[in-house]
C-alpha cells in the first residue's frame, strides 16, 4: 500500500522518491482514501472537519530543516507508513473513524534524510513580495494589500523580486506608470531576492504559530 501512494505523488517532489505502481482508476480521484482505507480507516468521509489551519502539516528534514507543507492527510500516510514522526499535533482536532482515532499531526519529522538541491530557485509571487516587505508599503510605510513594479512593466520592467514592491493602493494609482525617481520618492528599502531554508518550503506563505520555532531555526 505504502508504494502504491507514494508512487502516485509528483515524480519532482522529493519527498515521494518511490517508484511508480499502477493505482485502480476509481482511486485516482484521492490519492489519501486509497491509503487510509488499507490503514483501516474505511472512509475518508468520517474524518472529523478540521479549523482551516488544522489541515495542514509542516514537513521537516531528518535535521529538522523545514521541506514542505502538505494536507493533514498526506502527513497522516507518512506517519502511518513510518517514515515520518509526529512532533507536534493538534489536540483538538483528532482524526477519528469507524475503527479507531489518531493524533492529526500539525508538524512532522521524516524519518530519512531527503538530500536538497543547493540552487533550489525561489519563485517570484504577489504573497511572496507582501511577506519579504512584511506587508509594508515600500514608498510611505502604511499597510500595503497589493504589489507593485518599480520599473513599470510598460516601460520594461521585469517580473523579478529586485523589481517588486509591497504597496498601498493610494501610492499605486498616485504612481502608475512612473518610476519613484520620477515621483521623487525615496524606497523605505532596496527590494532583493530574499533568502534562507524557510523560504524554500513549499506552501509556507501562510505559517501557522506553532511554526515559527521551526521556520526560525532555518532563517
Known sequence: MCALTFGYCSPSDPLWDVPRRDIPR????SMVSFALTGLGMSSVAE???????????????????????????????LVMNGRAIVVESDQG???????GSWERPSVIVLT???????????????RGVLRRDSNRCAYCGRSATTIDHVVPRSRGGKDEWANLVACCL????IKSDRTPQEMGWRMHSVPKTPFGTAWLVRGIER?????????AQAA
Request: proline letters at 10%; a positive charge.
Open 26 to 29: 476509481h482511486h485516482r480521484f
Open 47 to 77: 474524518v472529523v472537519a478540521p479549523e482551516r489551519g488544522a489541515s495542514r502539516t509542516l514537513v521537516l528534514n531528518a535535521g529538522y530543516e523545514p521541506l514542505s507543507v502538505v494536507s493533514f492527510r498526506r502527513a497522516l500516510v
Open 93 to 99: 482536532h483528532p482524526v477519528r473513524s469507524v475503527d
Open 170 to 173: 493610494s501610492c499605486n494609482n
Open 207 to 215: 505559517p501557522q504559530p506553532h511554526w515559527e520555532g521551526y521556520l
Open 112 to 126: 530519512r534524510y531527503v538530500k536538497m538541491p543547493h540552487n533550489r530557485h525561489i519563485p517570484v509571487s504577489r
